[in-house]
């Protein structure tokens, strides 16, 4: 899969991808990372990208044919890939997104900075994304907040196995506890269960415990998890158990 971002700090997208897991799979060729410089799209001599606002107010707003320029110039190079703009006003980014995502041929993420963008560069775009109810200083912090997500998707990019399948989300619901060595840590034993050897046991302790942890932590996910018979009758146990307490 490629992806395209543009933005006025290409640098920052250098080390994050770097390292590890994303790192190795750039260099299998399993997806590109290319970070454009906005200001080669910029006119004049001083290659300006943004300007004041019409009507006045504080900061500044990113002007709109720079923009507009690199996003056709790099979607005639990556043809089938969705446009999207950054910011805190777009559709709230999630796990279904990042899924859906990792089927698109490449990706286009457009950073902005200071007030935001021209309203004109909107219909540019293909989807605008929010990764979360927070201003930060650029888009780019949150264009790597996706590529991260989409990218470990990608076929090959995780372990042989289907870890990415049996993450926190793919059904919906938070992951229950992990525990590795040692067995007694500062008083506390590895749950019984775990070491039994009974892989039934375990699968059952495991779906219980992810149940317990939304209900607690995220109640409002089990509304449309993925839960089946014994899913329900396990939940309905639980929350007498959690009214009792
Ligand atoms: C557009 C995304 C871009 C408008 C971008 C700021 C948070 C997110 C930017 C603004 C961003 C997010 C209106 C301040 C750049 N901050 N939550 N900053 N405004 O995904």
Same mark, same amino acid.
């Given at each position: 899969?490629?992806?395209?971002?543009?933005?006025?700090?290409?640098?920052?997208?250098?080390?994050?991808?770097?390292?590890?897991?994303?790192?190795?799979?750039?260099?299998?060729?399993?997806?590109?990372?290319? &970070? $454009?410089? @906005?200001?080669?799209?910029?006119? #004049?001599?001083?290659?300006?990208?943004? =300007?004041?606002?019409?009507? *006045?107010?504080?900061?500044?707003?990113?002007?709109?044919?720079?923009?507009?320029?690199?996003?056709?110039?790099?979607?005639?190079?990556?043809?089938?890939?969705?446009?999207?703009?950054?910011?805190?006003?777009?559709?709230?980014?999630?796990?279904?997104?990042?899924?859906?995502?990792?089927?698109?041929?490449?990706?286009?993420?457009?950073?902005?900075?200071?007030?935001?963008?021209?309203?004109?560069?909107?219909?540019?775009?293909?989807?605008?994304?929010?990764?979360?109810?927070?201003?930060?200083?650029?888009?780019?912090?949150?264009?790597?907040?996706?590529?991260?997500?989409? &990218? $470990?998707? @990608?076929?090959?990019?995780?372990? #042989?196995?289907?870890?990415?399948?049996? =993450?926190?989300?793919?059904? *919906?619901?938070?992951?229950?506890?992990?525990?590795?060595?040692?067995?007694?840590?500062?008083?506390?034993?590895?749950?019984?269960?775990?070491?039994?050897?009974?892989?039934?046991?375990?699968?059952?302790?495991?779906?219980?415990?992810?149940?317990?942890?939304?209900?607690?932590?995220?109640?409002?996910?089990?509304?449309?998890?993925?839960?089946?018979?014994?899913?329900?009758?396990?939940?309905?146990?639980?929350?007498?158990?959690?009214?009792?307490?």
């Amino acid at each position: 899969m490629k992806f395209d971002v543009i933005t006025l700090f290409p640098q920052m997208f250098a080390s994050p991808f770097a390292e590890s897991i994303i790192g190795r799979a750039l260099h299998k060729g399993l997806l590109s990372i290319n &970070a $454009r410089y @906005l200001r080669d799209w910029a006119q #004049g001599r001083h290659q300006v990208t943004d =300007d004041a606002p019409y009507g *006045g107010g504080n900061g500044m707003v990113m002007k709109p044919e720079p923009l507009c320029r690199a996003i056709d110039d790099v979607r005639g190079e990556n043809p089938g890939a969705p446009v999207a703009l950054l910011t805190p006003q777009g559709r709230r980014f999630d796990q279904g997104e990042a899924r859906r995502l990792s089927g698109e041929p490449g990706l286009i993420l457009v950073c902005g900075r200071y007030e935001g963008f021209d309203e004109r560069v909107r219909g540019r775009a293909d989807v605008e994304y929010s990764i979360g109810d927070f201003v930060l200083t650029g888009g780019e912090l949150a264009a790597m907040v996706i590529i991260d997500a989409v &990218a $470990r998707l @990608l076929p090959g990019v995780l372990g #042989g196995d289907d870890s990415a399948a049996r =993450d926190s989300f793919s059904d *919906g619901l938070l992951e229950h506890p992990h525990y590795t060595r040692p067995v007694e840590f500062e008083g506390r034993r590895v749950p019984e269960v775990l070491l039994s050897g009974d892989h039934a046991r375990i699968a059952a302790w495991r779906r219980e415990q992810q149940l317990l942890r939304t209900l607690q932590r995220r109640p409002e996910l089990l509304e449309h998890a993925a839960l089946d018979a014994d899913d329900r009758a396990i939940l309905a146990r639980l929350r007498r158990a959690e009214t009792l307490t």
